[in-house]
């Protein structure tokens, strides 16, 4: 009798385990990145990181980027140029609402745009802005932009996302309940853990497959590699530990997908701080690295070597790792001429990644070889943006700046590394209004050369972007375009 | 000196300690490779005849690395134990001297409160307020030692205090101060090497703990603590780059512990007489 019980009730389980089984596909997914974003205001900072959590996801602009790089329709689902190129009408989608369920129209827009081109507006990346004369609402879903000149990358800048749409009613409260107009919605930051996100059921689009996405944060590369193999996360985008890769790739569990980005990694030099206000001491130290020792060393050799601000994938880049090649001899001799036969004293300060931290250590080394000593500090993000970033207490820092085609940074004199030329300030402007794309190409490439020859900074190579994550996942994005993790075609499969 | 080696756990701590010690002296004039030059083409090789340890993440040698980890880690916990004795010793010496009086009192709720924190937190604390460097761990770590120091001296003497021969000290005229120095402390000596000896072990682990989570001697400084962490991601790539630095905080601190047991055994008379 006991066990005929014992048989059924064996029986039911398997059945039970087997309908579990046959139920649909995962609906959830756990995301992990190895930075949190310090608020979840994209319209209002440079961290990445918000964007990675939250572009397209929550978040949305007039266009978007797909994830080959390219300038797809987002809100507005087309668009008019005026001969000139000077006015924009934009047709938006009908019935598109907002998490809170306000209407978003043409208003909106107007707002957004405004409040990001304003004289008090704290976008990180107001040169994106800088064009607009005007913004006119003409109808609710159609909104009509003056540009003071003609920009051919108009289309372009609307996909960051420093120009996703917010609303005014919800405004104040952004920086920790945004509410946008994506796929998912907001749903709850545990500080230092995680962010959740949760389907948005009114989505004015392709409804996303998931119902609930959770952003893990894990700065550790140790613990990040951990919670992969324990299957803690579902998937890990930005893979900190590059020596691990080869694991996964052999493990049939995990998928790696190993991308390009628009991440130039630089070691940054404060322009306007001694020595460093003396080109020959920038270039001594730029002839003072040997690039492929960080690639190997740092990266285990991921990723592309560069030799001025521009990815390596865009048609318009030049290779010039010429100007900057491993030379110590030449370096000494420069920093003689320089007026240093000894070297000198300077800090090195490092964000979290292990990018900056490893290569920070085969840097220090480099320029210990040539009579550079340098002290290293190792900070957080948030204290690296206090000091480095806002601050300009530094002499020199390693970042990877991951915004697509942003070598506008050297036009703004107010920069963290302080660049004030006027010449390339003015070769950007034309660059900015110039509509052939011929002559374009053939500015940035004068820009890309200028840069590089004035040793701005060491520039040293293109992050790739390693994703591992579950076999099983398909839709995640392979290349970064953007900093984004655009979930919202991401699904499980069997 | 027969006493000594006889010990059965002092030889084998004896011998420890002295190689490791001997590893941080010789570091001071000569290593096989410097560790502050990388050689990122040949890292991560296994252990060969040119390096015996094999080579780190960076190419750099990690025998050269353990010498040099091995003066981190011992100058750092020497000179804890040291600030740990120069305080602690003269606050229990007086404690002791004037028992009960209000001085005792403030000396030794002070000590509590030291006592009551976690030590590693409060170490984590003060670098990361002062910043993550080793001249920080050691004061962090030196403080905790504070208190050891003052409770055992302490202790010791006031059951020294009631001896006779002190009291024939006192009747013959001489001040507290001094007979705490002329007649306690040689006679709480004994005690404080012995207890010196684990808390110079318990140092070593403390940096070694504070530099695996950064807080420690930053780089180049080279120290064992650091190198376990960085190696971490790396362990089923190449296992050498964790083992060595592992297995030199095991055996120092192993060294060290069976160093102060022996010690104990044979500076105390009194178990001395009840072993053999």
């Given at each position: 009798?006991?066990?005929?019980?014992?048989?059924?009730?064996?029986?039911?389980?398997?059945?039970?385990?087997?309908?579990?089984?046959?139920?649909e596909?995962?609906?959830?997914?756990?995301?992990?990145?190895?930075?949190?974003?310090?608020?979840?205001?994209?319209?209002?900072?440079?961290?990445?990181?918000?964007?990675?959590?939250?572009?397209?996801?929550?978040?949305?602009?007039?266009?978007?980027?797909?994830?080959?790089?390219?300038?797809?329709?987002g809100?507005?689902?087309?668009?008019?140029?005026?001969?000139?190129?000077?006015?924009?009408?934009?047709?938006l989608?009908?019935?598109?609402?907002?998490?809170?369920?306000?209407?978003?129209?043409?208003?909106?827009?107007?707002?957004?745009?405004?409040?990001?081109?304003?004289?008090?507006?704290?976008?990180?990346?107001?040169?994106?802005?800088?064009?607009?004369?005007?913004?006119?609402?003409?109808?609710?879903?159609?909104?009509?932009v003056?540009?003071?000149?003609?920009?051919?990358?108009?289309?372009?800048?609307?996909?960051?996302?420093?120009a996703?749409?917010?609303?005014?009613?919800?405004?104040?409260?952004?920086?920790?309940?945004?509410?946008?107009?994506?796929?998912?919605?907001?749903?709850?930051?545990?500080?230092?853990?995680?962010?959740?996100?949760?389907?948005?059921?009114?989505?004015?689009?392709?409804?996303?497959?998931?119902?609930?996405?959770?952003?893990?944060?894990?700065?550790?590369?140790?613990?990040?590699?951990?919670?992969?193999?324990?299957?803690?996360?579902?998937?890990?985008?930005?893979?900190?530990?590059?020596?691990?890769?080869?694991?996964?790739?052999?493990?049939?569990?995990?998928?790696?997908?190993?991308?390009?980005?628009?991440?130039?990694?630089?070691?940054?030099?404060?322009?306007?701080?001694?020595?460093?206000?003396?080109?020959?001491?920038?270039?001594?130290?730029?002839?003072?690295?040997?690039?492929?020792?960080?690639?190997?060393?740092?990266?285990?050799?991921?990723?592309?070597?560069?030799?001025?601000?521009?990815?390596?994938?865009?048609?318009?880049?030049?290779?010039?790792?010429?100007?900057?090649?491993?030379?110590?001899?030449?370096?000494?001799?420069?920093?003689?001429?320089?007026?240093?036969?000894?070297?000198?004293?300077?800090?090195?300060?490092?964000p979290?990644?292990?990018?900056?931290?490893?290569?920070?250590?085969?840097?220090?080394?480099?320029?210990?070889?040539?009579?550079?000593?340098?002290?290293?500090t190792?900070?957080?993000?948030?204290?690296?943006?206090?000091?480095?970033?806002?601050?300009?207490?530094?002499?020199?820092?390693?970042?990877?700046h991951?915004?697509?085609?942003d070598?506008?940074?050297?036009?703004?004199?107010?920069?963290?590394?302080?660049y004030?030329?006027?010449?390339?300030?003015?070769?950007?402007?034309?660059?900015?209004?110039?509509?052939?794309?011929?002559?374009?190409?053939?500015?940035?490439?004068?820009?890309?050369?200028?840069?590089?020859?004035?040793?701005?900074?060491?520039y040293?190579?293109?992050?790739?972007?390693?994703t591992?994550?579950?076999?099983?996942?398909?839709?995640?994005?392979?290349?970064?375009?953007?900093?984004?993790?655009?979930?919202?075609?991401?699904?499980?499969?069997? | 000196?027969?006493?000594?080696?006889?010990?059965?756990s002092?030889?084998p701590?004896?011998?420890?300690?002295l190689?490791?010690?001997?590893?941080?002296?010789?570091?001071?004039?000569?290593?096989?490779?410097?560790?502050?030059?990388?050689?990122?083409?040949?890292?991560?090789?296994?252990?060969?005849?040119?390096?015996?340890?094999?080579?780190?993440?960076?190419?750099?040698?990690?025998?050269?690395?353990?010498?040099?980890?091995?003066?981190?880690?011992?100058?750092?916990?020497?000179?804890?134990?040291?600030?740990?004795?120069?305080?602690?010793?003269?606050?229990?010496?007086?404690?002791?001297?004037?028992?009960?009086?209000?001085?005792?009192?403030?000396?030794?709720?002070?000590?509590?409160?030291?006592?009551?924190?976690?030590?590693?937190?409060?170490?984590?604390?003060i670098?990361?307020?002062?910043?993550?460097?080793?001249?920080?761990?050691?004061?962090?770590?030196?403080?905790?030692?504070?208190?050891?120091?003052?409770?055992?001296?302490?202790?010791?003497?006031l059951?020294?205090?009631?001896?006779?021969?002190?009291?024939?000290?006192?009747?013959?005229?001489?001040?507290?101060?001094?007979?705490?120095?002329?007649?306690?402390?040689?006679?709480?000596?004994?005690?404080?090497?012995?207890?010196?000896?684990?808390q110079?072990?318990?140092?070593?682990?403390?940096?070694?703990?504070?530099?695996?989570?950064?807080?420690?001697?930053?780089p180049?400084?080279?120290?064992?603590?650091?190198?376990l962490?960085?190696?971490?991601?790396?362990?089923?790539?190449?296992?050498?780059?964790?083992?060595?630095?592992?297995?030199?905080?095991?055996?120092?601190?192993?060294?060290l512990?069976?160093?102060?047991?022996?010690?104990?055994?044979?500076?105390?008379?009194?178990?001395?007489?009840?072993?053999?």
């Amino acid at each position: 009798m006991r066990l005929k019980l014992f048989g059924n009730g064996l029986i039911s389980a398997l059945a039970l385990a087997a309908s579990i089984g046959i139920a649909e596909a995962k609906t959830d997914i756990i995301v992990a990145m190895q930075l949190e974003p310090p608020h979840l205001d994209p319209t209002s900072a440079a961290a990445g990181a918000i964007d990675s959590v939250l572009y397209s996801n929550v978040f949305e602009g007039l266009t978007r980027f797909g994830p080959d790089g390219s300038v797809n329709p987002g809100l507005a689902k087309s668009w008019t140029i005026s001969e000139d190129g000077k006015t924009y009408t934009f047709n938006l989608h009908d019935g598109v609402k907002f998490h809170d369920g306000t209407d978003m129209t043409a208003e909106d827009v107007k707002f957004s745009l405004d409040r990001a081109r304003g004289d008090d507006s704290a976008n990180a990346q107001k040169a994106l802005f800088a064009g607009i004369e005007s913004v006119e609402v003409i109808d609710p879903v159609t909104v009509k932009v003056t540009l003071s000149e003609a920009n051919s990358n108009f289309l372009f800048n609307m996909a960051w996302g420093d120009a996703v749409i917010v609303a005014p009613e919800t405004i104040a409260d952004i920086k920790t309940n945004p509410v946008g107009t994506g796929a998912f919605k907001f749903s709850d930051w545990v500080q230092g853990d995680k962010i959740d996100l949760e389907k948005n059921p009114d989505y004015w689009g392709t409804p996303a497959q998931l119902d609930n996405v959770t952003f893990k944060f894990i700065s550790d590369p140790t613990a990040a590699f951990a919670a992969v193999m324990a299957e803690d996360v579902n998937a890990f985008v930005g893979f900190p530990a590059p020596e691990n890769l080869p694991q996964f790739e052999a493990d049939p569990r995990f998928q790696v997908l190993v991308g390009s980005t628009e991440g130039e990694t630089i070691l940054a030099m404060n322009n306007k701080l001694e020595p460093f206000d003396n080109i020959k001491v920038r270039e001594a130290v730029a002839h003072a690295i040997d690039r492929q020792a960080i690639i190997d060393g740092a990266m285990f050799g991921y990723g592309t070597p560069i030799g001025t601000h521009f990815a390596p994938h865009n048609p318009d880049y030049v290779d010039l790792t010429g100007l900057s090649q491993y030379d110590p001899e030449r370096s000494k001799a420069l920093l003689a001429e320089a007026g240093f036969p000894d070297g000198f004293e300077t800090t090195l300060k490092l964000p979290p990644p292990s990018y900056a931290r490893r290569g920070g250590e085969i840097i220090a080394s480099q320029l210990r070889a040539v009579g550079i000593e340098t002290e290293i500090t190792n900070l957080e993000w948030a204290q690296w943006l206090e000091q480095v970033f806002r601050g300009k207490d530094y002499g020199l820092t390693i970042v990877s700046h991951t915004e697509p085609m942003d070598i506008g940074i050297y036009a703004r004199p107010d920069y963290y590394f302080q660049y004030d030329n006027p010449a390339f300030q003015e070769l950007f402007a034309a660059i900015t209004s110039e509509n052939d794309p011929e002559k374009r190409s053939e500015l940035l490439k004068q820009a890309e050369e200028m840069i590089a020859k004035d040793y701005v900074n060491a520039y040293l190579f293109q992050l790739a972007f390693p994703t591992v994550a579950d076999a099983r996942i398909k839709g995640l994005w392979k290349n970064q375009p953007t900093q984004a993790t655009d979930l919202t075609a991401v699904v499980w499969e069997d | 000196m027969k006493i000594f080696l006889h010990n059965r756990s002092m030889l084998p701590g004896l011998v420890l300690t002295l190689i490791f010690t001997g590893a941080a002296i010789v570091s001071l004039v000569w290593v096989p490779y410097d560790t502050t030059v990388l050689n990122i083409a040949e890292r991560m090789k296994s252990p060969s005849l040119q390096h015996p340890f094999g080579t780190d993440q960076f190419g750099r040698d990690i025998l050269s690395m353990i010498m040099v980890g091995a003066r981190t880690s011992i100058a750092v916990a020497l000179v804890a134990v040291g600030i740990g004795m120069l305080a602690g010793v003269p606050l229990g010496l007086a404690a002791a001297a004037r028992k009960g009086s209000l001085l005792d009192e403030v000396i030794m709720r002070m000590n509590d409160l030291v006592f009551a924190f976690p030590s590693l937190l409060i170490a984590v604390m003060i670098t990361a307020v002062f910043g993550a460097s080793a001249l920080n761990a050691i004061i962090a770590i030196g403080i905790f030692n504070i208190p050891v120091f003052a409770r055992l001296t302490r202790g010791a003497a006031l059951t020294l205090w009631s001896r006779e021969y002190i009291m024939a000290a006192r009747v013959a005229g001489k001040g507290p101060a001094r007979i705490s120095v002329e007649h306690i402390l040689p006679n709480v000596t004994n005690l404080l090497i012995v207890q010196g000896t684990i808390q110079f072990s318990l140092g070593i682990l403390a940096e070694a703990g504070l530099s695996y989570v950064g807080l420690g001697a930053q780089p180049p400084t080279a120290s064992w603590g650091r190198m376990l962490a960085d190696s971490q991601t790396m362990i089923s790539l190449a296992p050498h780059l964790a083992l060595f630095p592992g297995l030199a905080i095991l055996l120092t601190v192993l060294g060290l512990n069976l160093m102060g047991d022996g010690l104990r055994d044979v500076l105390d008379p009194k178990l001395r007489r009840s072993r053999s």
